[in-house]
């Protein structure tokens, strides 16, 4: 089946830095992409997503880039801060009823 | 405040027996979902119900059950069928069409 997976299981940057996460995906169909933060024993929360027509997306100190050449979606967080340690999770959003599609998480790690 | 509610947040099981965690939203949304994750997992999905009294089965169904008899609620049964139900339960809601889900916090089950 189709799958959605991570390139690195854990990341650890300084605090002040710019942080990168990547992701490979497989499903070419796959309408969004989308960027999910989970803090120990919480559930998921939405950061940002993409729509598959277009290959970079801002908000609040992230940043989403998605290249469907190579299958390839990637999140910057900039200045990255003690509050953002989490597993970040990047999803597809396929299927009629928009389920989403894991992948199994990158740890990132803010070191003082 | 609006906003999605598990319970209860832990839960032990003995081995044999049938489960039911509570899941219930009062934001209005006609998609619900279910996912388990396990330690160092992504989310995988087990049921989704896109309306009333209307579910499908996701990629790990047995062994679970659903009903969706009120918009608000979606409870999942954990029954004796599952041979591996110490997990991390979540369910998530979502504006039908929508990209961004709502997760509530989770439970966590243990047989014991």
């Known amino acids: 089946g189709e799958s959605v997976g991570l390139h690195l299981p854990t990341l650890s940057v300084q605090e002040g830095d710019n942080s990168i996460i990547n992701c490979a995906y497989s499903?070419?169909?796959?309408?969004?992409f989308i960027w999910y933060k989970q803090e120990s024993g919480k559930g998921p929360q939405f950061i940002i997503d993409?729509?598959?027509?277009?290959d970079k997306r801002q908000g609040q100190r992230v940043t989403v880039l998605l290249n469907k050449t190579v299958k390839h979606l990637s999140l910057q967080i900039a200045a990255t801060q003690p509050g953002d340690s989490a597993v970040y999770f990047c999803?597809?959003?396929?299927?009629?009823?928009?389920?989403?599609?894991f992948g199994s998480g990158t740890q990132l790690t803010v070191l003082p | 405040d609006g906003g999605i509610t598990q319970s209860p947040k832990y839960l032990f099981r003995k081995e044999g027996q049938n489960v039911t965690l509570s899941c219930e939203q009062n934001?209005?949304?006609?998609?619900m979902y279910w996912y388990r994750q396990d330690p160092g997992q992504g989310l995988r999905l087990i049921y989704y119900?896109?309306?009333?009294?209307?579910?499908q089965k996701g990629d790990i169904a047995e062994g679970y059950s659903v009903s969706r008899e009120k918009k608000e609620s979606f409870p999942l049964t954990v029954t004796s069928a599952q041979k591996n139900p110490t997990a991390f339960y979540l369910c998530?809601?979502?504006?039908?069409?929508?990209?961004?889900?709502?997760f509530g916090q989770g439970t966590r089950l243990t047989v014991v």
């Open positions: 119900s896109q309306i009333v009294n209307d579910f």
């Open positions: 499903n070419s169909a796959s309408d969004y």
């Open positions: 993409i729509r598959s027509n277009m």
């Open positions: 999803a597809e959003n396929s299927g009629s009823a928009r389920q989403l599609t």
């Open positions: 934001l209005n949304h006609d998609a």
């Open positions: 998530a809601s979502s504006i039908q069409g929508s990209t961004e889900a709502f």
